[in-house]
């Protein structure tokens, strides 16, 4: 992936320079590369930062332990919450994670590249839960983050908004009775009315 965005870069930046001339310029790719690898560096200690956040839920409520047929992680990639759900679990624990993006591959875990908004990614889902036999999910996760590139911070908030809907959708068909749903809500306009909304289906908030 790394090897096709620097590509992708040395090609913006051929078209880019000396007024779309055509004309290589080094510096700018260069200058590229280093950004991107910035930013790469910003997402893993990000990801690291909400790894933490988990732990420090499940200290409190032990939901990982109690997680004896399956997880399900949406919006996984890079997959920090698997690699936290894989070591907490119960040995042979069902640990399935989910996100548009490849995710490394993680021991004692599953990693689906899959839109979780679209119907292929729920017939994926069913047809790994016949494989190992898993009824239903004890523990679904989401940590999803927006996409949207520059300054639109309502396009972002909408965006999270609609991933956090498909999740819910999605937690209500494969949660467990008694299951556990881990998700963050964007404090934004539609703070108080997506909270109304999950308290309809889920019987405890915290």
């Not at 320079?17 to 004309?23: A, C, E, F, H, T």
């Not at 260069?30 to 420090?56: E, G």
């Not at 399935?96 to 729920?122: M, N, R, T, W, Y």
């Amino acid at each position: 992936m790394m090897r096709r965005r620097r590509h992708e870069i040395q090609e913006a930046a051929v078209e880019g320079s000396s007024g779309g001339g055509g004309v290589f310029n080094p510096v700018t790719v260069v200058s590229s590369i280093r950004w991107w690898c910035r930013l790469q560096s910003v997402a893993a200690v990000s990801s690291s930062i909400t790894a933490l956040n988990l732990i420090q839920l499940d200290s409190k409520f032990s939901f990982f332990r109690s997680s004896r047929s399956g997880v399900l992680d949406l919006c996984a990639a890079p997959g920090g919450f698997m690699q936290v759900a894989v070591q907490r679990v119960p040995d042979g624990t069902l640990v399935v994670g989910i996100d548009l993006l490849p995710i490394p591959p993680i021991p004692g875990a599953i990693s689906v590249e899959e839109d979780i908004s679209k119907p292929q990614c729920k017939a994926t889902i069913k047809k790994l839960m016949e494989e190992h036999e898993c009824l239903a999910f004890d523990l679904v996760l989401l940590d999803g983050s927006s996409n949207v590139r520059g300054d639109s911070a309502q396009e972002a908030t909408d965006q999270l908004n609609a991933l956090f809907i498909d999740s819910v959708k999605l937690a209500t068909e494969f949660l467990a009775p008694k299951g556990t749903f881990v998700t963050k809500v964007c404090r934004s306009q539609d703070y108080t009315t997506v909270l109304y909304c999950l308290r309809q289906v889920i019987s405890f908030l915290s």
